[in-house]
Protein backbone atom coordinates (compact mmCIF):
# COMPACT_ATOMS: atom_id res chain seq x y z
CA UNK A 1 0.00 0.00 0.00
CA UNK A 2 2.91 2.59 0.62
CA UNK A 3 4.54 1.43 -2.66
CA UNK A 4 0.95 2.59 -3.83
CA UNK A 5 0.60 5.73 -2.63
CA UNK A 6 4.24 6.98 -2.87
CA UNK A 7 3.78 6.49 -6.96
CA UNK A 8 0.61 8.12 -6.71
CA UNK A 9 1.95 11.53 -4.78
CA UNK A 10 4.84 11.90 -7.38
CA UNK A 11 2.42 12.17 -9.83
CA UNK A 12 0.65 15.12 -8.38
CA UNK A 13 3.36 16.50 -8.06
CA UNK A 14 4.46 16.51 -11.57
CA UNK A 15 0.91 17.23 -12.65
CA UNK A 16 -1.67 20.07 -13.00
CA UNK A 17 -5.38 20.63 -13.61
CA UNK A 18 -7.38 17.65 -14.48
CA UNK A 19 -4.18 15.60 -13.98
CA UNK A 20 -4.35 16.62 -10.25
CA UNK A 21 -8.02 15.71 -9.78
CA UNK A 22 -6.74 11.88 -11.69
CA UNK A 23 -4.36 11.20 -9.10
CA UNK A 24 -6.21 12.62 -6.25
CA UNK A 25 -8.71 9.79 -7.46
CA UNK A 26 -6.49 7.10 -7.62
CA UNK A 27 -5.17 7.42 -3.98
CA UNK A 28 -8.74 7.70 -2.85
CA UNK A 29 -10.17 4.19 -5.02
CA UNK A 30 -6.90 2.52 -3.21
CA UNK A 31 -7.05 3.77 0.16
CA UNK A 32 -10.99 2.67 -0.51
CA UNK A 33 -9.82 -0.85 -2.22
CA UNK A 34 -7.64 -1.65 1.13
CA UNK A 35 -10.30 -0.34 3.42
CA UNK A 36 -12.54 -3.33 1.49
CA UNK A 37 -10.15 -5.87 1.86
CA UNK A 38 -9.59 -5.32 5.51
CA UNK A 39 -13.22 -5.75 5.76
CA UNK A 40 -13.78 -8.32 3.97
CA UNK A 41 -11.25 -10.64 6.15
CA UNK A 42 -11.20 -9.06 9.46
CA UNK A 43 -15.13 -7.41 9.24
CA UNK A 44 -12.71 -4.36 10.20
CA UNK A 45 -15.77 -3.58 12.46
CA UNK A 46 -18.53 -3.44 9.50
CA UNK A 47 -20.73 -6.12 9.38
CA UNK A 48 -19.85 -9.28 6.94
CA UNK A 49 -22.49 -9.22 4.16
CA UNK A 50 -24.30 -12.30 3.68
CA UNK A 51 -22.65 -14.89 1.24
CA UNK A 52 -19.30 -13.81 2.10
CA UNK A 53 -16.48 -15.70 0.98
CA UNK A 54 -13.72 -15.51 3.69
CA UNK A 55 -10.50 -17.88 4.16
CA UNK A 56 -10.11 -20.48 7.44
CA UNK A 57 -8.26 -17.80 9.96
CA UNK A 58 -10.52 -14.83 8.94
CA UNK A 59 -13.08 -13.44 11.68
CA UNK A 60 -16.65 -12.30 10.27
CA UNK A 61 -18.51 -9.75 12.20
CA UNK A 62 -21.89 -11.52 11.90
CA UNK A 63 -24.78 -11.67 14.02
CA UNK A 64 -26.84 -14.70 15.74
CA UNK A 65 -30.27 -15.48 16.82
CA UNK A 66 -30.10 -17.66 19.97
CA UNK A 67 -31.32 -21.32 19.73
CA UNK A 68 -34.34 -20.23 22.48
CA UNK A 69 -35.04 -16.63 21.40
CA UNK A 70 -38.89 -17.02 19.94
CA UNK A 71 -38.44 -13.74 17.53
CA UNK A 72 -36.53 -15.10 14.88
CA UNK A 73 -35.79 -11.49 14.16
CA UNK A 74 -33.72 -10.71 17.24
CA UNK A 75 -30.37 -10.73 16.66
CA UNK A 76 -27.20 -10.26 18.96
CA UNK A 77 -23.88 -9.15 17.30
CA UNK A 78 -20.96 -12.22 17.52
CA UNK A 79 -17.62 -12.44 15.78
CA UNK A 80 -16.90 -15.77 14.73
CA UNK A 81 -13.84 -17.32 13.13
CA UNK A 82 -13.38 -20.36 11.81
CA UNK A 83 -9.85 -21.41 12.60
CA UNK A 84 -8.36 -24.53 11.82
CA UNK A 85 -10.26 -27.39 8.95
CA UNK A 86 -8.60 -30.64 10.12
CA UNK A 87 -8.60 -34.17 8.70
CA UNK A 88 -8.50 -36.63 11.99
CA UNK A 89 -8.39 -40.42 12.16
CA UNK A 90 -10.47 -43.61 13.34
CA UNK A 91 -8.08 -44.30 16.03
CA UNK A 92 -8.86 -40.83 17.30
CA UNK A 93 -12.61 -43.21 18.31
CA UNK A 94 -10.78 -46.06 19.83
CA UNK A 95 -12.38 -45.82 23.46
CA UNK A 96 -15.50 -44.45 21.60
CA UNK A 97 -18.71 -46.77 20.30
CA UNK A 98 -19.10 -46.41 16.28
CA UNK A 99 -21.87 -48.13 14.14
CA UNK A 100 -21.00 -49.85 11.02
CA UNK A 101 -21.52 -46.96 8.95
CA UNK A 102 -19.78 -44.42 11.12
CA UNK A 103 -16.55 -46.71 11.06
CA UNK A 104 -16.68 -46.38 7.03
CA UNK A 105 -16.80 -42.49 7.63
CA UNK A 106 -13.59 -40.00 7.72
CA UNK A 107 -13.51 -37.35 10.92
CA UNK A 108 -12.77 -34.12 10.74
CA UNK A 109 -12.25 -31.83 13.25
CA UNK A 110 -13.52 -27.87 12.49
CA UNK A 111 -11.87 -25.52 15.60
CA UNK A 112 -13.71 -22.26 15.54
CA UNK A 113 -13.51 -19.28 18.26
CA UNK A 114 -16.41 -16.81 18.99
CA UNK A 115 -16.20 -13.35 21.10
CA UNK A 116 -18.95 -10.83 22.16
CA UNK A 117 -18.49 -7.83 20.95
CA UNK A 118 -21.97 -6.49 22.54
CA UNK A 119 -24.70 -7.23 25.34
CA UNK A 120 -24.92 -10.36 27.15
CA UNK A 121 -26.14 -13.19 24.82
CA UNK A 122 -28.16 -15.39 26.11
CA UNK A 123 -27.11 -19.22 25.59
CA UNK A 124 -29.37 -21.31 27.98
CA UNK A 125 -30.54 -23.63 25.48
CA UNK A 126 -27.33 -24.07 23.00
CA UNK A 127 -23.55 -22.48 22.10
CA UNK A 128 -23.52 -20.21 19.85
CA UNK A 129 -20.89 -22.90 17.61
CA UNK A 130 -24.28 -24.74 17.01
CA UNK A 131 -24.38 -21.83 14.25
CA UNK A 132 -21.46 -23.26 11.98
CA UNK A 133 -22.01 -25.98 9.49
CA UNK A 134 -19.71 -28.23 7.69
CA UNK A 135 -19.59 -28.88 3.74
CA UNK A 136 -18.56 -31.43 2.25
CA UNK A 137 -16.74 -31.84 -1.12
CA UNK A 138 -19.55 -32.75 -3.11
CA UNK A 139 -21.52 -29.73 -1.33
CA UNK A 140 -23.37 -31.18 0.65
CA UNK A 141 -23.51 -30.09 4.79
CA UNK A 142 -23.23 -32.30 7.25
CA UNK A 143 -23.87 -32.56 10.90
CA UNK A 144 -21.49 -31.85 13.84
CA UNK A 145 -21.98 -35.18 16.41
CA UNK A 146 -22.59 -34.84 20.26
CA UNK A 147 -20.35 -37.15 22.70
CA UNK A 148 -21.58 -38.00 25.76
CA UNK A 149 -18.99 -37.07 28.11
CA UNK A 150 -15.09 -35.79 26.85
CA UNK A 151 -13.39 -36.43 23.65
CA UNK A 152 -9.81 -34.70 24.07
CA UNK A 153 -8.88 -34.43 20.38
CA UNK A 154 -11.79 -32.30 20.03
CA UNK A 155 -13.18 -30.31 22.35
CA UNK A 156 -16.69 -29.35 21.80
CA UNK A 157 -16.53 -26.80 24.94
CA UNK A 158 -19.78 -24.35 26.66
CA UNK A 159 -19.82 -20.66 25.87
CA UNK A 160 -19.53 -18.47 28.93
CA UNK A 161 -22.58 -18.12 31.06
CA UNK A 162 -23.39 -15.45 31.30
CA UNK A 163 -22.14 -14.78 27.36
CA UNK A 164 -21.39 -11.11 28.21
CA UNK A 165 -19.40 -8.27 26.34
CA UNK A 166 -15.61 -9.10 25.88
CA UNK A 167 -16.08 -12.57 26.30
CA UNK A 168 -14.75 -15.29 23.93
CA UNK A 169 -14.40 -19.03 23.44
CA UNK A 170 -13.38 -21.47 21.46
CA UNK A 171 -14.58 -24.93 20.44
CA UNK A 172 -14.16 -27.93 18.03
CA UNK A 173 -16.83 -29.32 16.26
CA UNK A 174 -16.33 -33.48 15.36
CA UNK A 175 -17.89 -34.73 11.81
CA UNK A 176 -17.85 -38.03 10.63
CA UNK A 177 -18.11 -37.61 6.50
CA UNK A 178 -19.44 -40.89 4.82
CA UNK A 179 -18.19 -42.05 1.35
CA UNK A 180 -14.76 -40.78 1.70
CA UNK A 181 -15.76 -37.08 1.68
CA UNK A 182 -14.27 -34.68 3.71
CA UNK A 183 -15.11 -30.80 4.79
CA UNK A 184 -13.61 -28.25 2.62
CA UNK A 185 -15.75 -25.46 4.09
CA UNK A 186 -17.52 -24.38 6.67
CA UNK A 187 -20.70 -21.84 6.82
CA UNK A 188 -22.56 -19.70 9.44
CA UNK A 189 -26.20 -19.21 9.85
CA UNK A 190 -26.61 -17.55 12.68
CA UNK A 191 -29.78 -15.49 11.80
CA UNK A 192 -32.52 -15.06 9.18
CA UNK A 193 -30.05 -12.70 6.82
CA UNK A 194 -27.43 -15.59 6.39
CA UNK A 195 -29.75 -18.58 6.00
CA UNK A 196 -30.06 -18.16 2.01
CA UNK A 197 -26.44 -16.59 1.72
CA UNK A 198 -24.28 -18.25 4.70
CA UNK A 199 -20.78 -16.60 5.15
CA UNK A 200 -18.27 -19.23 3.77
CA UNK A 201 -14.63 -20.24 4.76
CA UNK A 202 -12.72 -22.18 2.68
Not at 97 to 108: C, G, I, M, N, V
Not at 192 to 200: F, G, Q, T
Request: aromatic share 6%; hydrophobic share 35%.
Amino acid sequence: MAALLGAALLGLAACGGDDEEAASTAIATATATSEATQSASSGGGKKTAPGAKLAVGDTAHVDMTPLDETDTKKTYPIDATVLKIERGSLDDFKNIDLDAQQKQSTPYYVKVRLSNPGGTIPVQSGDPDLKFGGIDDRGQEQGSITFIGDFDRCEDAKAPKPFKKGSKYESCLTYLVPGGGGIESVQWQGSERYILKPVMWK
